[in-house]
């Protein structure tokens, strides 16, 4: 545990250039691959795998062991059955030396480039191959695992088509995504518009980070450190203002340290800006954070610590004993490294939701600044008035209650991430009903903690007036998400709106509750909604949207349902949702690569990637919700609008589209 951050920034680094996203425009890799397929006799073919690799990159050589780190190129089920790889080359200047990383390991790798030929004979008739290539690349200590798909298509002769291997740019399948028709700049009606309205206001993230940073005052891992700090700054100055100069930058150095945690993000999103809508549409990455934030729980439980590196503490003690500005960002450095075990989960919880937001790198910043303030204040404004040193409470049991109530809260938190995950790849575990019946059990475990009761239903501790008032706000809420639970009209919970599943993703079925609601007439099929708004003569309502979207669903939730707005689009619109985060993937024939008009390519290998990459070159805009109002023949009848809560902002600029609809039959 004890490198858990650095594991955090892997894996953003790690899964955020490759990942499938909402805001993807290019996909790079440590290495580049060209395919090709060269005929040597009837049935009998080179498949060429020609790979470039990044500067200081090795790529291991295919005759390495089946144990060791390798480079493998596996054909599917049926291209095995219509062929067989008789044998393997490599064109490249193949190396050999021990590798450090692996206990000295003799490893044969390739730098620079190199052309891998297989060898393929035919069983019978030639036919596409396809299959995967799986290799493993090194520098310095990082070794990283990457696979790339690969396809071989069969002529009309039945020959190899020589260059065909892997995805290909198709200028037919391009055009379906870059609908000419859609003039963006001059809409039939100039109203609408995309403004800040879907953003999160930094201001807020910056309240949620002080908030934050006040519950880590009141940990056991930090109250402990206020009064002794302050002391040893008023005590061991030589007077009451230069303790009261001491304190001051000690907390600002506490301040700026949480600040410069935000800075490898800003570093990470310029070289792929991609990079922080990944983390709310990948699934390995919610994964991830659902298995951290659950380690987190556990440990505020008190089975274990989780520490930084002992030696990074005892580093930054030895150089804070120097009584200068040098010493004394030192003693900050030490108490934030020291106090992680407590500090470490809130920041998790700050880091997972500023990068789930539209703002990236900036509003973790922000999040970071409001609770590098909160934690650094008391130690100024307690070394400035020391007298209030006494009216601190002193550090008992209560410290530990605190670390309990944050765990059930950390528990909580891991189940919205194990639901993002889910709802992207439709597995149907944690449907609606599902996530709150998890919520009201963990709700009630921590109301029976606050009444001082065990597992065992026993009295444990003395109840409190402020232990009191938790327990009574905590059931309150448990009460208030039963009927989460039921197939009722008070199963819609606005406070939990957009945090919860989707009220359609539900054991009662996909109608479930959803009475005056409106229901897309066509899902994730923008050609069908075209025939249809043609066949019936209305426009359509192109609905941008993602299964892990929260602002997606307080807008079908709260103002879709509203009479007016709901009368509008059903009685005078063809609704088509697009999910541009559905990892489903698209047959064969229609995955190709899209190039963008810098050079850059993008894999369009799932429904998210097609409608995703849609959005961006038809709209300039890749976040979601994305509103668009098109007539049959795809005129743009105005501004696209974002997230507009606003009910009558909203109803206004769909009666707009009507009205622009109504020039253009004219």
């Not at 575990?429 to 239903?457: A, P, S, V």
């Not at 609601?517 to 025939?531: F, G, Q």
Request: hydrophobic residues 45%; charged residues 20%; proline residues 5%.
């Amino acid at each position: 545990m004890k490198y858990l951050l650095s594991m955090i920034t892997g894996f953003l680094l790690a899964f955020g250039p490759t990942a499938q996203a909402q805001e993807t425009d290019s996909i790079p890799k440590l290495v580049n691959w060209d395919f090709a397929a060269e005929k040597k006799s009837e049935g009998i073919y080179t498949l060429h795998f020609k790979a470039k690799l990044g500067e200081g990159w090795k790529l291991f050589s295919t005759t390495m062991g089946d144990d060791d780190p390798n480079t493998r190129i596996v054909f599917d089920s049926l291209s095995a059955t219509r062929a067989a790889i008789t044998g393997i080359k490599e064109a490249g200047d193949l190396k050999k030396a021990p590798e450090p990383v692996l206990d000295n390991l003799e490893i044969k790798y390739f730098e620079g480039a190199v052309d891998i030929q297989a060898e393929v004979k035919y069983n019978g008739p030639v036919k596409d191959i396809k299959g995967t290539l799986t290799y493993m690349v090194i520098k310095g200590e990082e070794i990283n695992p990457e696979e790339t798909p690969f396809r071989f298509n069969a002529d009309e002769t039945g020959n190899l088509t020589v260059g065909k291997g892997g995805l290909q740019v198709s200028a037919d399948k391009a055009n379906d995504l870059k609908r000419s028709a859609i003039d963006l700049k001059n809409p039939v009606n100039k109203v609408g518009g995309i403004g800040n309205e879907g953003e999160t206001n930094p201001w807020f993230i910056f309240l949620l980070g002080f908030l934050g940073g006040l519950v880590a005052l009141i940990t056991p891992c930090v109250f402990p450190m206020i009064p002794l700090t302050v002391s040893f700054f008023t005590k061991s100055a030589q007077d009451k203002k230069k303790g009261i100069f001491n304190a001051s930058m000690y907390g600002f150095f506490i301040f700026l340290i949480y600040v410069l945690f935000s800075v490898p993000f800003h570093i990470a999103g310029a070289a792929e800006p991609e990079i922080f809508n990944n983390i709310s549409t990948n699934v390995w990455l919610n994964l991830f954070f659902f298995a951290v934030f659950v380690v987190f729980a556990i440990s505020f439980f008190g089975a274990f610590d989780i520490t930084l590196p002992s030696g990074l503490a005892s580093k930054a003690d030895s150089k804070a004993n120097k009584g200068t500005l040098i010493g004394i960002f030192f003693m900050a450095l030490t108490l934030v490294v020291v106090s992680f075990s407590c500090t470490g989960p809130i920041l998790g919880s700050l880091l997972a939701g500023s990068l789930n937001s539209d703002g990236g790198a900036w509003l973790l910043t922000a999040g970071m600044a409001g609770f590098g303030v909160s934690l650094a204040l008391p130690f100024a404004l307690f070394a400035m008035f020391p007298n209030w040193l006494s009216s601190l409470p002193k550090s008992g049991g209560w410290l530990g209650s605190v670390k309990v109530v944050l765990g059930y809260i950390e528990l909580a938190l891991a189940v919205k991430f194990l639901s993002n995950a889910d709802l992207v790849t439709h597995w149907g575990i944690l449907h609606r009903e599902t996530f709150f019946l998890i919520w009201i059990l963990i709700g009630i475990c921590l109301t029976m903690y606050l009444l001082g009761f065990n597992w065992k239903l026993q009295r444990t501790a003395k109840m409190s007036p402020v232990r009191w008032i938790f327990a009574i706000v905590f059931g309150a809420y448990t009460i208030y998400l039963l009927p989460g639970v039921t197939n009722t009209k008070y199963a819609r919970l606005k406070l939990m709106s957009g945090f919860a599943p989707p009220m359609s993703y539900s054991w009662y079925g996909n109608n479930a509750h959803e009475k005056g609601a409106v229901e897309p007439d066509v899902i994730n099929d923008y050609e069908k909604a075209l025939a249809l708004a043609k066949e019936k003569n209305k426009p359509i309502l192109i609905d941008f949207t993602g299964w892990a979207c929260v602002n997606c669903r307080n807008m079908e939730e709260n103002v879709w349902t509203d009479p007016e707005v709901h009368a509008l689009i059903k009685d005078n619109y063809i609704l088509v949702s697009l999910y541009t985060d559905d990892r489903a993937k698209l047959p064969d024939e229609e995955r190709f690569l899209y190039q963008f008009p810098d050079g850059k390519k993008k894999e369009i290998v799932t429904i998210g990637n097609k409608f995703a990459t849609m959005q961006t070159v038809n709209f300039i805009n890749n976040s979601q919700p994305l509103y668009v109002l098109i007539s049959p023949d795809e005129q743009l009848l105005t501004f696209p609008v974002a997230y507009t809560p606003d009910i009558q902002e909203y109803a206004n600029w769909l009666k707009s589209g009507l009205d622009a609809f109504k020039k253009v039959k004219k």
